[in-house]
């Protein structure tokens, strides 16, 4: 169990690594200047010409897009221990195939996470498809959980025997709910990117 968090950290940390050295490297790309009038402390004298200097207004990408590419290195790690349930859930009937449209979400985060950060021109369109795609498959996690939790903890399916293994389903479908909770909040996130990414490249 030690090993095991210990690679977790190690991927993690890898990840942010690799999300920080990109966005330094692409910075010159969302790096703003602009020319100001230098005022003499005495005013201008008559017929004096204004001189101007470069003052640098920006450095980096905006706050929400370094969130979003930082938010979708992380959620784009999913993809191992997604792909590892699906193998194995193939085995049992079949039932792993449903992580499919999950690792497409997954495996899709990296390079939108790379082509926000670079302000590519097609970003905020990427940006938008994997936030629609996110939120569909994340609404039917969180509707389906939803449907199934709620007459468990209201005690309408539970009776008899069946208590104690219908209560089992709980500790499972918290974390799922809530799973796909975050995802919807980094879906929003990618959106609020997008538009701040075409926001730019329409003034640039």
Same mark, same amino acid.
Do not use: H
């Given at each position: +169990?030690?090993?095991?968090?210990?690679?977790?950290?190690?991927?993690?940390?890898? +990840?942010?690594?690799?999300?920080?050295?990109?966005?330094?490297? &692409?910075?010159d *790309?969302?790096?703003? &200047?602009?020319l100001?009038?230098?005022?003499?402390?005495?005013?201008?004298?008559?017929?004096?010409?204004?001189?101007?200097?470069?003052?640098?207004?920006?450095?980096?990408?905006?706050?929400?897009?370094?969130?979003?590419?930082? #938010?979708?290195?992380?959620?784009?790690?999913?993809? $191992?221990?997604?792909?590892?349930?699906?193998?194995?859930?193939?085995?049992?009937?079949?039932?792993?195939?449903?992580?499919?449209?999950?690792?497409?979400?997954?495996? #899709?985060?990296?390079? $939108?996470?790379? %082509?926000?950060?670079?302000?590519?021109?097609?970003?905020? *369109?990427?940006?938008?498809?994997?936030?629609?795609?996110?939120? !569909?498959?994340? +609404?039917?996690?969180?509707?389906?959980?939803?449907?199934?939790? $709620?007459?468990?903890?209201?005690?309408?399916?539970?009776? !008899?025997?069946?208590?104690?293994?219908?209560?089992?389903?709980?500790?499972?479908?918290?974390?799922?709910?809530?799973?796909?909770?975050? #995802?919807?909040?980094?879906?929003?996130?990618l959106?609020?990117?997008?538009? %701040? *990414?075409?926001?730019?490249?329409?003034?640039?």
């Amino acid at each position: +169990m030690a090993c095991f968090s210990s690679i977790c950290a190690a991927v993690v940390l890898g +990840m942010f690594l690799r999300y920080a050295m990109l966005e330094q490297r &692409t910075r010159d *790309v969302w790096r703003r &200047t602009e020319l100001r009038p230098l005022v003499p402390p005495e005013g201008y004298r008559e017929n004096q010409l204004p001189t101007f200097r470069e003052l640098v207004v920006r450095e980096q990408a905006p706050l929400v897009v370094r969130f979003a590419a930082a #938010s979708a290195q992380l959620f784009g790690i999913t993809f $191992v221990p997604g792909l590892l349930f699906a193998l194995v859930g193939v085995m049992f009937y079949g039932v792993g195939l449903l992580g499919i449209p999950g690792l497409i979400v997954a495996l #899709s985060q990296f390079p $939108v996470a790379t %082509a926000l950060l670079r302000r590519t021109p097609d970003a905020a *369109v990427r940006a938008r498809k994997l936030a629609r795609l996110s939120t !569909g498959l994340n +609404m039917v996690i969180l509707l389906g959980g939803g449907a199934v939790l $709620v007459p468990l903890v209201a005690g309408e399916c539970i009776s !008899g025997t069946n208590a104690a293994a219908a209560m089992d389903l709980v500790p499972t479908l918290l974390p799922l709910i809530g799973w796909a909770c975050l #995802s919807l909040a980094q879906a929003a996130l990618l959106r609020a990117a997008a538009d %701040a *990414v075409e926001s730019d490249l329409r003034v640039a």
